[in-house]
């Protein structure tokens, strides 16, 4: 099994930045792609950013593109996303979720963080 531990959230002013951190633990060696959603107030999860296990390759909604960062530290097994200019629209609660497919599970997500962003 592999658990996902998440850290960082909170409040940020807009303008401002929030490093998001999360940290996997147990079967690590199951884990490929890792990514972030989230889900603002009223509305459906959204894929924010997602990397490779290799982290050669990442994705990013365009709604965040030029202004988040996703890496990760596999020696940790831990996964990052840096926010940046900060946007009121970017308050949600922020989830880690890996692919655990080669393990014969579908995905884990961690426990979910809120982010706020005042104006």
């Known amino acids: 099994q592999v658990q996902l531990v998440e850290s960082g959230g909170g409040l940020a002013q807009a303008g401002g930045s929030l490093s998001l951190s999360c940290a996997a633990s147990?079967?690590?060696?199951?884990?490929?792609?890792m990514a972030w959603y989230r889900q603002a107030p009223g509305k459906e999860r959204e894929l924010v950013a997602r990397?490779?296990?290799?982290?050669?390759?990442?994705y990013y909604v365009d709604s965040i593109q030029g202004r988040f960062t996703i890496s990760r530290d596999n020696a940790n097994h831990t996964v990052y996303l840096q926010m940046n200019s900060l946007k009121s629209q970017d308050t949600a609660v922020y989830y880690c979720?890996?692919?655990?497919?080669?393990?014969?599970?579908?995905?884990?997500w961690g426990q979910g963080m809120l982010v706020t962003v005042s104006s």
């Open positions: 979720n890996a692919d655990v497919t080669d393990c014969g599970f579908l995905e884990v």
């Open positions: 147990g079967d690590t060696t199951c884990i490929s792609d």
């Open positions: 990397i490779t296990l290799s982290g050669a390759s990442t």
